[in-house]
């Protein structure tokens, strides 16, 4: 059966805000945040490595 968009709706919130903690503890452990968080922010992998921590 067919997740409802509701459900889909959720699940993407969830992941983005998923995503975003888990880059910002890595920058504040002077990490580089997985590519898969960052791709799911809707930034740019090479950018982000021109960004000076």
Do not use: C
């Not at 699940?11 to 903690?21: E, S, V």
């Not at 740019?44 to 960004?51: I, P, Y």
């Amino acid at each position: 059966m067919p997740k409802s968009p509701l459900t889909l709706s959720f699940h993407r919130t969830f992941a983005a805000l998923a995503a975003a903690a888990r880059a910002a503890n890595a920058v504040e452990t002077r990490r580089t945040p997985r590519a898969a968080d960052l791709k799911t922010l809707g930034i740019d992998e090479a950018a982000f490595q021109r960004v000076q921590l």
